[in-house]
C-alpha cells in the first residue's frame, strides 16, 4: 500500500527491523514539550476534596500522582522501547480541577538531540493513573478520558495543538 504523505516510521532501520533512532548527526538545541491528561472524577471523589486536595494517609493525591509524574518522566527509557535517555533540565507536573474533571499538565524541558515529547506524555500518564489509584476505595468509575501532546518546540519541526 502506497504512502501518500511520504513519511516513514523511524525505529526502523534499513531492513525494516526495529532500531533505536540514530541523532548522532543532530544539533543540540533547548527542547520543550507539553502534554495533557484529563480525568473524570465522579461525585464520591469530588466530594473528598478539602481546598484542592484530598488528603489520605498515604498523603495528598494531587501531591503524590505530582511526584509520580515526574519520576515516570525520568524514567521514560525504561517503560518505552526504543526511547533516548535523556538528561531532564525541568519536569514540571500541575493538577487543577475543572468542573468534574482533574487536568494533568506535564511539561518536560531538556537541550539535547532529541525531543520530549514521550517524556511529557509518560508523566501525564502516570500523574492520571496515581490519581485513579489513590480514589479507587471510593469508586472505580473514574475515567481517564485522554492525553495528548499539547505542543513542543525546539527540535525540526515545532507542533502546537
Known amino acids: 500500500m502506497a504512502n501518500p504523505s511520504n513519511k516513514e516510521f523511524t525505529h526502523?532501520?534499513?531492513?525494516?527491523?526495529?532500531?533505536?533512532?540514530?541523532?548522532?548527526?543532530?544539533?543540540?538545541?533547548?527542547r520543550v514539550a507539553v502534554a495533557e491528561s484529563r480525568i473524570f472524577l465522579p461525585a464520591e471523589v469530588r466530594e473528598q476534596f478539602?481546598?484542592?486536595?484530598?488528603?489520605?494517609?498515604?498523603?495528598?493525591?494531587?501531591?503524590?500522582?505530582i511526584i509520580a509524574g515526574i519520576m515516570a518522566a525520568k524514567k521514560t527509557p525504561e517503560l518505552i522501547p526504543l526511547c533516548h535517555t535523556?538528561?531532564?533540565?525541568?519536569?514540571?507536573?500541575?493538577?487543577?480541577?475543572?468542573?468534574?474533571?482533574a487536568v494533568i499538565r506535564c511539561t518536560v524541558k531538556t537541550t539535547g538531540k532529541t525531543g520530549v515529547e514521550?517524556?511529557?506524555?509518560?508523566?501525564?500518564?502516570?500523574?492520571?493513573?496515581?490519581?485513579?489509584?489513590?480514589?479507587?476505595?471510593?469508586?472505580?468509575?473514574?475515567?481517564?478520558?485522554?492525553?495528548?501532546l499539547i505542543s513542543k518546540t525546539g527540535g525540526k519541526q515545532d507542533y502546537a495543538r
Do not use: W
Not at 478539602?50 to 500522582?65: E, H, L, P
Open 12 to 30: 526502523l532501520n534499513k531492513s525494516g527491523q526495529p532500531a533505536m533512532v540514530d541523532v548522532s548527526n543532530k544539533d543540540i538545541t533547548f
Open 86 to 101: 535523556l538528561l531532564l533540565d525541568g519536569v514540571d507536573v500541575s493538577i487543577v480541577l475543572e468542573n468534574e474533571e
Open 50 to 65: 478539602q481546598g484542592q486536595d484530598i488528603q489520605t494517609r498515604k498523603g495528598g493525591v494531587f501531591q503524590t500522582a
Open 118 to 148: 514521550m517524556e511529557a506524555l509518560t508523566g501525564a500518564s502516570v500523574a492520571a493513573l496515581t490519581v485513579y489509584d489513590m480514589c479507587k476505595a471510593f469508586t472505580h468509575d473514574m475515567v481517564i478520558r485522554e492525553t495528548k
